[in-house]
């Protein structure tokens, strides 16, 4: 296990916290001692993290490599048709074997000295393990009281919920639904309701920013009617909306829930002059929505689950969004497009086309990691300075409109109590 | 190349290519769509996705009026950091040759750079096309670029 790093290597001194959390260090961006402790205590303990779908693996051997923090892990269906999750790490000299980012085995072979593994991870074959004979003498092998079991793969925990599969270094981590909390499961099974999912796509983008921005970027309901001019000329987001922001007991997930109203007049909701009143589509086929059941009434729900993934359902475009860190000025953000079995070729080209608005290049989602990118730069520039995130004024609570900043102080709330554990 | 094409033709095909080319990399919006067929489709797909038979394209247009829309919401509603972009596109691989319609392949690299910063490979693939013959000239009524950098630079703006 990795030794705690310690306390005195947190830049103290810059981690000035005013009123609660809604003014936010800059230094909490910045710091990689910093960032590996977090690595540490949200990726690698007491937390489940997004791998991915099962429907991405729907064969005995099929197998998805991804990442957890910034250890990578190979998503795996063993021959008898159970999901695994294990770190793509040879026992013997550490080596990231599998390269592949897909694939179908029926064992996992790491290339340097062939040692064998199962697909649940156990070790199964270590060559010239007796030793070779010359002469009639054994030379070498390995120690008479080496033990396979003992040199597996490292197997990780795995909760599969509604075809969505999760994982934890951390075998002692509480059970999937405990750890999401009712208030948030309840939206994560309206998504996924034990209907089979189909898999659409993939899109990647690496955002040169701090990983927990694009959590906050889900948590801040503030923005899409103000920066993302589509959400409020066709009423998809919008300050006078029917909302809810929910969050579980520790405010470190959260459900962001909206309800289309008005298209049109724009001016009297966001004050801003600046946007198009008369904006039309060429092509209005970008917008074909059309109501699904599973809905029950809200229009967008958006999904952040602390660390490591965001879930999607904006009309009729549903995703999931997975963060994958890398160091604490960048993360990789992947985008699985999925749709639903009983999907008519129709619905599925509704999702497709409406996939236009999400995405590396989406209409109101390709701007996102570029203010992201503009935060990260001034945090670096200026470590000592904060954020401000008071929009509702500082308390951390469920609302029943989107005009606060709630959710972001919230999971800074639960960021602080872990972090000075 | 079992495909056959005119001398006209080819010289036509070729200007199309080098025109499309220098119109997105002067960022002349408007004129982009005008490169393409009324029902025209226009792709920009992970190879990942294209290998593998998964439909998502990171854009995905099926009408020149799409084409439009981007076009507004590039100088519009898409805030973003301002760069340019410089095509080298390889010489059109001709696949197919039928009247008036050509199936055309051709590699590509897309150079990003934002303003005061370095020069960098933004994009890598090829294109797949499908150029007709109109009573305007040579327009594409398919364009699907195929990228091998899957890992996109923080965002696309513009198209490639």
């Keep these: ?421 | 190349m079992s495909a056959a094409i005119g001398f006209e033709d080819w010289q036509a095909l070729i200007q199309l290519y080098a025109d499309y080319a220098g119109t997105v990399d002067a960022g002349h919006w408007e004129q982009w769509p005008e490169f393409f067929t009324d029902d025209c489709v226009y792709r920009v797909q992970p190879r990942e996705n294209h290998e593998r038979g998964f439909p998502l394209a990171t854009l995905s247009f099926e009408s020149k009026g799409m084409l439009k829309d981007r076009a507004y919401g590039i100088r519009e509603t898409l805030f973003h950091d301002p760069y340019y972009q410089r095509h080298v596109v390889g010489l059109p691989r001709l696949l197919r040759a039928d009247e008036g319609r050509y199936e055309v392949e051709a590699n590509y690299a897309v150079f990003r750079t934002k303003l005061s910063q370095l020069t960098t490979v933004y994009n890598v693939g090829r294109s797949l096309d499908v150029v007709v013959r109109m009573p305007a000239g040579l327009k594409f009524a398919r364009r699907e670029f195929i990228y091998d950098s899957e890992m996109i630079p923080n965002s696309m703006i513009y198209p490639l």
């Excluded at chain 1, 030379?139 to 396979?148: H, L, S, T």
């Excluded at chain 1, 070729?345 to 509704?350: D, G, K, L, Q, V």
Aim: with cysteine; charged share 25%.
């Design chain 1, 1 to 421: 296990m990795n030794a705690p790093i310690p306390r005195a290597e947190l830049a103290a001194s810059t981690m000035n916290w005013e009123r609660g959390t809604s003014r936010i260090p800059f230094a909490v961006y910045n710091d990689p001692a910093l960032h590996k402790q977090e690595l540490q205590r949200f990726f690698y303990e007491r937390h489940w993290c997004y791998v991915g779908l099962e429907a991405e693996i729907p064969k005995p051997g099929d197998y998805k490599r991804t990442e957890i923090g910034e250890r990578s892990v190979i998503l795996v269906r063993a021959l008898d048709g159970a999901i695994h999750v294990v770190e793509n790490a040879c026992a013997h000299r550490g080596v990231a074997f599998c390269r592949a980012r897909h694939g179908n085995a029926q064992a996992f072979v790491c290339p340097y000295h062939q040692w064998n593994y199962a697909l649940d991870g156990r070790l199964r074959g270590v060559p010239m393990r007796h030793g070779v004979k010359r002469d009639g003498v054994v030379q070498g092998g390995m120690p008479a009281d080496f033990n396979f079991a003992d040199h597996g793969l490292t197997r990780l925990k795995v909760a599969v919920r509604g075809g969505v599969v999760f994982a934890s270094f951390d075998h002692d981590v509480e059970a999937f639904e405990d750890f999401v909390g009712p208030a948030v499961l309840r939206y994560f099974d309206r998504l996924f309701d034990g209907r089979q999912l189909k898999i659409l796509g993939y899109n990647r983008q690496r955002i040169p920013g701090n990983w927990k921005l694009m959590q906050e970027n889900i948590k801040d309901p503030y923005h899409p009617g103000l920066l993302h001019t589509w959400f409020v000329t066709f009423g998809l987001w919008r300050a006078d909306n029917r909302a809810r922001m929910v969050m579980d007991g520790h405010h470190r997930h959260a459900a962001m829930i909206s309800t289309r109203g008005n298209a049109g007049a724009v001016s009297e909701v966001s004050r801003v002059s600046s946007f198009k009143q008369a904006m039309n589509l060429h092509d209005p086929r970008f917008l074909d929505i059309v109501p699904e059941a599973w809905w029950n009434g809200p229009t967008a729900v958006m999904t952040t689950l602390f660390p490591s993934v965001i879930l999607q359902q904006q009309v009729n475009s549903v995703s999931t969004r997975q963060i994958v860190p890398d160091g604490h000025g960048h993360f990789d953000f992947v985008w699985t497009h999925f749709g639903f079995e009983d999907d008519t070729p129709e619905m599925t080209r509704r999702r497709l086309r409406q996939a236009n608005l999400f995405g590396p290049a989406g209409f109101v989602s390709a701007d996102d990691g570029e203010v992201i990118e503009f935060s990260q730069e001034t945090f670096e520039a200026k470590p000592a300075h904060r954020t401000l995130a008071e929009l509702g004024g500082d308390e951390v609570a469920d609302t029943d409109h989107m005009v606060t900043e709630t959710l972001i102080r919230g999971m800074y709330r639960y960021w602080r109590e872990v972090m000075a554990r």
